[in-house]
């Protein structure tokens, strides 16, 4: 992939059909013995980044997690936070997320505000992200936390017009998730309607559990697939190489 910093190499991704691959990693599931086993399968996998976050993160390992994993694995380590607390210098850049589907203010402006003084201190790489929570089938720990409730999945005009307020507003990247564990993924069609609608990379994830899948969410329109739980549960996931 292009060099440059990491909302370039996504946009060159973008511009060029390239498909972008994020392993995303909750330092709360993470079994510190199985560290180096968990490194050994991202490094053999087709990941082009790493996302770290979760919606609690109540364990105290980030910086130690984040240069952990840099000692065996020269992916870019982005942030992907659900409180202000869950900053890591040691990361390479962070998703400065907007939670645009729901009207709770802490997670329309008010975190934001507490992170903005750490951020500036940092040498992170801050993207603002639109992040969107599509309603997957139940209750996930993104809505739980944040007390939102998820856009309908079958209002693709609601959600092409929220995407496309977060663009106006000036976000770089759009995240459609349908949350950790999710029943369904979110919907194709929506996928596809978003990213005809809008002109910035878009993210995906959420609800997406085989090879498939990721497959499915880049030709309707992903820009960047993000696969969390099915590699949690399973590090071999990426064992059969993508078709």
Known sequence: MEKGTIYQQIQVAKATNQQILA???????????????LIDKINQSPATHIFIGGSLVESRILDDLIIRIKQNCILPIVL?????????????????????S???PDYLIEHQVKAAPILKQSQLEII????????????????????????DRNDFDLVMATALAGEMLGNKLIYLEAGSGAQKAVPLEMIQFVSQNTTIPLIVGGGIVDLQGIQNAYQ????????????ENDINFFNSPIK
């Open 80 to 100: 992907f936070p659900g409180h202000p607390s869950q900053i890591s210098n040691h990361a390479d850049g962070i998703l400065f997320l907007s939670l645009l």
């Open 102 to 104: 729901g009207r709770n």
């Open 220 to 231: 309707s329109g992903a820009d960047v697939v993000v696969i969390g739980t099915a590699f």
């Open 128 to 151: 603002p992200t639109a992040y969107l929570l599509i309603e997957s089938g139940g209750e996930t720990a993104v809505e739980r936390i944040s007390k939102t409730t998820p856009l």
């Open 23 to 37: 392993i995303l990693l909750d330092p709360d599931k993470i079994v510190w013995e199985q560290i180096p086993d």
